[in-house]
């Protein structure tokens, strides 16, 4: 698709405490906590996209909302970011969401998602006019320069957490999803044109698409290159008996034996069909299935409520209602298209 993209996005400063819950029931359980990094933001962001007959503004909307459920401590760790640009500015702006799960302990959660963003973009992310093949280059090596740094700065501390992640960039009209481990993302995407949220008949069904590819040593693709590595997939299905995924952030003992942090990355185009992604830690996916969330959210929305309430439900419903043992992460991205000719 050959279009001139410009964008312009507004970002809302987030708060720098925590956000008290907005009624009792969710108080205790669904904290939706606004001060995970300093530099995250939420609310709303205004793309246009001129395509030479009209001109599509699509106002992006996220929110993020966690609970540590039966677990002691969270090592979940998550990014919202309506404007992305950093210190590298350019008439192509972005939007960054992610989240990052992590295991034995929250440090590489954490460092992720303090120095995931940052490498991407001084990798080269584009930022003057959208390059498809450059923009995967650079959010490649943002994954391997964040990994590397983040081994060794574990070697001298001496810590051996890891973290999955599934992270997205809207650049333009182009969305990339790129992902390492079981966290996953949901497309929900309209079989009509209007992506507009709402239609007289009524008939508007959002079809569910999984834009991520779960790495776990015991899918044949993974194990095949842990064994080629040297390792082991135990008959628990874990690399070496431990570990679950096969992909990941850290975890240095297992570098050597086929764990890695080579992510898949995966872009579409926002063309009018795309109601919204989901993005979860493996806790929500654990009891939740991609088209039984996608109709859980779209109700919601359809109710008229706020993404901030839609996102809290969505993990309260995890929590609470399904039993979910781990710790739940949710992003909710919105995407609202408004045609005018």
């Known amino acids: 698709m050959n279009q001139k993209i410009e964008t312009e996005c507004v970002s809302v400063e987030r708060e720098t405490h925590k956000r008290e819950a907005e009624s009792?029931?969710?108080?205790?359980?669904?904290?939706?906590?606004?001060?995970?990094?300093?530099?995250?933001?939420?609310?709303?962001?205004?793309?246009?996209?001129?395509?030479?007959?009209?001109?599509?503004?699509?106002?992006?909307?996220?929110?993020?909302?966690?609970?540590?459920?039966?677990?002691?401590?969270?090592?979940?760790?998550?990014?919202?970011?309506?404007?992305?640009?950093?210190?590298?500015?350019?008439k192509l702006r972005c939007a960054h969401f992610a989240i990052?799960?992590?295991?034995?302990?929250?440090?590489?959660?954490?460092?992720?998602?303090k120095h995931l963003h940052g490498k991407v973009m001084s990798a080269g992310l584009p930022r003057e006019l959208l390059d498809v093949k450059a923009a995967k280059r650079a959010i490649l090596d943002g994954f391997r320069k964040t990994d590397e740094s983040l081994l060794q700065e574990s070697a001298e501390g001496g810590w051996q957490d890891g973290a999955t992640a599934v992270c997205v960039w809207v650049l333009g009209q182009k969305v990339f999803v790129a992902n390492v481990g079981d966290a996953k993302a949901v497309l929900a995407r309209s079989t009509i044109a209007d992506g507009s949220q709402d239609h007289s008949n009524g008939v508007n069904v959002l079809k569910a698409i999984v834009l991520t590819r779960e790495h776990k040593p015991i899918f044949p693709q993974e194990r095949a290159r842990i064994q080629k590595a040297g390792g082991v997939v135990s008959s628990n299905g874990r690399l070496q008996g431990r570990l679950e995924v096969s992909r990941g952030f850290g975890d240095r003992q297992f570098k050597k034996v086929g764990f890695i942090a080579t992510p898949d990355i995966h872009s579409f185009d926002l063309s009018g069909r795309e109601h919204f992604i989901i993005l979860g830690c493996d806790g929500l996916w654990g009891?939740?299935?991609?088209?039984?969330?996608?109709?859980?959210?779209?109700?919601?929305?359809?109710?008229?409520?706020?993404?901030?309430?839609?996102?809290?439900?969505?993990?309260?419903?995890?929590?609470r209602e399904r039993r979910c043992k781990d710790n739940c992460t949710a992003i909710i991205i919105v995407f609202k298209h408004m045609s005018n000719s």
């Open 24 to 90: 009792e029931s969710e108080e205790h359980l669904v904290n939706a906590k606004k001060s995970r990094t300093e530099s995250s933001n939420s609310g709303k962001a205004e793309v246009g996209i001129d395509n030479g007959a009209k001109e599509v503004t699509f106002n992006i909307e996220a929110d993020v909302a966690e609970d540590k459920g039966s677990r002691h401590t969270m090592e979940d760790a998550w990014v919202v970011l309506l404007d992305a640009s950093l210190h590298y500015p350019g």
């Open 100 to 113: 990052y799960d992590g295991h034995g302990g929250r440090l590489a959660a954490e460092y992720a998602l």
């Open 287 to 319: 009891v939740f299935g991609p088209s039984d969330a996608v109709d859980f959210v779209q109700k919601l929305l359809k109710e008229g409520l706020p993404v901030t309430a839609v996102s809290r439900r969505l993990v309260r419903e995890a929590v």
